[in-house]
């Protein structure tokens, strides 16, 4: 994590704090401290209180009975409805960005896609996580459709504690990146129906991965 400056308040700890739901810095059920939480951002703890008050309130985190703050933990249904959302908007955005994408842009997924491709077979899985959210979100942005890319971050907010649990998967890795190829085939011919369908698949995959471990751990 960053140290966050001392000048930077609540919308920086708010935001600091979302990003690390999205990228699966946080684990689901995680208890958030807060006194570590502002020594981890080298700020004081008042804004990351009221930074997580405000995750709170959005439903990206919940507040026990004894006032404490943990990552919350999804139940199957739960997923399940998070599951058939992601694939309609960001099936959507990406058969927006198809045809609004620059070729500086595309050449930046290609390379990102080589990325992924390069730290699956170093075992790093760290690394292809944080270059899978780069790859979404570099597609989405392309959308051009700011509420849209802000519906996908909540989405991804909620999910991303448990994305880091793809990796411990042996039947998910050597596929994770087959439907990101075909996506940059897609967007490589501007074809965004093809694009769309193939994040649709993308997302189920991975899904159906995390529903199983849902259930074992259930």
């Given at each position: 994590m960053l140290k966050l400056e001392h000048q930077t308040l609540n919308d920086r700890a708010y935001g600091a704090l979302k990003?690390?739901?999205?990228?699966?810095?946080?684990?689901?059920?995680?208890?958030?401290?807060?006194r570590k939480l502002a020594e981890t951002f080298g700020i004081s703890t008042t804004p990351i209180r009221?930074?997580?008050?405000?995750?709170?309130?959005?439903?990206?985190?919940?507040?026990?009975?004894n006032r404490s703050v943990i990552v919350p933990?999804?139940?199957?249904?739960?997923?399940?409805?998070?599951t058939h959302i992601r694939i309609a908007v960001e099936g959507l955005a990406g058969e927006m960005a198809a045809t609004r994408m620059s070729e500086s842009g595309?050449?930046?997924?290609?390379?990102?896609?080589a990325g992924m491709q390069r730290a699956?077979?170093?075992?790093?899985?760290?690394?292809?996580?944080?270059?899978?959210?780069?790859?979404?979100?570099?597609?989405?942005q392309h959308a051009g459709a700011p509420i849209l890319l802000n519906m996908i971050r909540d989405l991804w907010g909620r999910v991303g504690p448990y994305?880091?649990?793809?990796?411990?998967?042996?039947?998910?890795?050597?596929?994770?990146?087959?439907?990101?190829?075909?996506?940059?085939?897609?967007?490589?011919?501007?074809?965004?129906?093809?694009?769309?369908?193939?994040?649709?698949?993308?997302?189920a995959v991975a899904a159906a991965v995390l529903s199983e471990n849902l259930r074992m751990t259930a």
């Open positions: 990003q690390e739901l999205i990228s699966g810095g946080f684990s689901p059920g995680q208890t958030l401290v807060i009221e930074a997580l008050q405000r995750l709170v309130a959005e439903r990206l985190l919940e507040m026990q009975n933990l999804l139940s199957a249904p739960a997923f399940e409805e998070l595309l050449v930046e997924i290609q390379a990102t896609l699956i077979e170093a075992g790093d899985a760290r690394g292809y996580l944080a270059l899978n959210e780069a790859f979404h979100f570099a597609i989405y994305l880091k649990l793809l990796m411990q998967a042996d039947r998910y890795i050597p596929q994770s990146n087959d439907a990101h190829r075909r996506i940059v085939a897609a967007l490589e011919q501007r074809d965004g129906p093809a694009v769309r369908v193939s994040l649709e698949q993308d997302i």
